[in-house]
């Protein structure tokens, strides 16, 4: 089978990620400078023409000095518009995005103009930082903005960037204290997405056309073989999260995910939902115990459903480094394959490294034990892996990763094991992703993945080799 058809549709994904960039925005190359004050902070008008650039750009920072948001604004979007390739547009766009945040906290702000001053803000930092992501300063200001959105995920997110820089202590102790009010506020958060899904082998199938038993070889039939295929994938989800006390929240969520191919073999839908209690132990960690409950579609027939609870820890150690940790157990239980009930327990650990502003490191590592009714199918699983993530000009992210994972069955595998033993499978799996957020649709922007993956086994017509890409358009809210 020839991989042609699957390289070309990732090839196509990676063209047509790489031409957003292109899309009109507001240019900025240079890190925000010291301007100049002036002395006359009374004007009324926006800058004459007779000022130049600078002169501008030194009134426009003595209104925002002076609380004069508004006014400054009308000054600053005027230049930003006059001067698209002005060497000084970074200060340009810094100083509109610091005077849309301040004028929307003003007293009387319409939540219509609120709103406005907010998206531009936002615009305005971003399109530094496509051009420049190292800029700490700027990222502090666009975690302000979306704190004041009311978008805390992101805010976490850029805040956490923050604090991997060379900050001084007080905005270090400004910064976590924005994390705290962020966890305390918490209510609802959303996510949503779509993506395209070529794969070489749907369902992870082997490619060996011929089985061994007691010593006779038999040939597969060719509906058994590795199917290659294009795929769309759906998901969604949601969380309210009630308070309970100063330091004590009730989560209650739900998510669903739908995917598709030709061969609608491969259909499969999954939904689940999670109940409990979120309690933040202080500052730095928090602790949910959740029950929940799956089920799982195969086609659109029910294939199994489980019910069962989760436990989530999560601390800060220091500015750099966060520590995350999950223990879950389910009860399993299937329409038809009821040899295959039973419980399912994991265990898991992850560190975040926030090395720079800029560049990011995942390791994870965690343990699986499922014992279901049949003894041969039980089995054990450790895995490890690691992951980076750099964030680049032009509103790139490239990611990579890899993982290893061990799995160890019982015996009675016959005539896939020919000595009728154990079953051992070894998973190797390398990541690559290229995500562009500053370019966004309706909310989602893209992200272009390939994953490779194989399996090596002592049991024949189990192991199996796939390489797949995802081109995805992904939303938190």
Known sequence: MTLTPLCRALAVCVCLLLALPALPAWGATEEPATVQTQADTAAEEPAPSSLSV???????????????????????????????????RTDMLFLLGLAATQASLAPGVSEERREILLDLAVAAFRDILNRDPSLVRVR?????????????DLA?????????????????????????????????????????LPDSNLGGTSGERIIYI?????????????????????????????????????RAGANASRREYSQSR?????????????????????????????????????????????????????????????????????????????????LSLGAAWII????????????????????????????????????????????????????????GWF???????????RTRSLRASLHNRGITVLGFSPEVSLVYEKRDTNAQLHDFERTRGELRFVRQF
């Open 54 to 88: 600078g002169e501008a750009l030194g009134l426009a920072r003595a209104l925002v000095d002076s609380g004069r948001f508004e006014d400054a604004l009308t000054i600053l979007y005027a230049l930003v518009e006059q001067y698209p390739d002005h060497p000084r």
């Open 140 to 152: 502090l200001e666009l975690a302000r903005a979306f704190f004041h959105q009311g978008e805390d």
């Open 156 to 196: 976490r997110e850029h805040f956490e960037w923050v604090l991997a820089g060379d900050v001084p202590p007080p905005v270090v102790a400004n910064v976590r204290n924005f994390l705290t009010l962020i966890r305390a506020r918490r209510r609802w958060s959303y996510n949503a997405g779509l993506a395209l």
């Open 214 to 250: 007691y010593g006779l070889p038999f040939v597969r039939d060719e509906d058994d073989l590795v199917t290659s295929g294009l795929g769309l994938s759906v998901w969604g989800g949601a969380e309210y999260q009630v308070p309970l006390g100063p330091q004590t929240r009730l």
């Open 266 to 346: 491969f259909d499969e839908t999954y939904a689940s939902v999670h109940l409990g209690p979120r309690v933040l132990l202080d500052r730095d960690t928090e602790a949910s115990v959740l029950a929940t409950a799956s089920q799982r579609w195969a086609g659109t027939v029910k294939d199994h459903h489980a019910l069962g609870t989760r436990l989530e820890v999560r601390h800060r150690f220091n500015p750099h480094l966060t520590l995350s940790g999950g223990a879950s157990w389910q009860g399993r239980r299937y329409r038809t394959q009821t040899s295959l009930d039973g419980p399912v327990a994991d």
């Open 356 to 411: 720079t502003p800029t560049l990011r490191l995942d390791l994870t590592t965690g343990y699986g034990r499922e014992r279901p009714a049949s003894t041969r199918a039980r089995n054990a699983s450790k895995r490890i892996g690691a992951g980076v993530s750099v964030i680049l000009p032009e509103g790139f992210t490239l990611g990579g990763g890899a993982e290893y994972r061990r799995t160890d069955y019982g015996s």
């Open 415 to 425: 005539p896939h094991v020919p000595d009728n033993g154990a079953r051992v499978d």
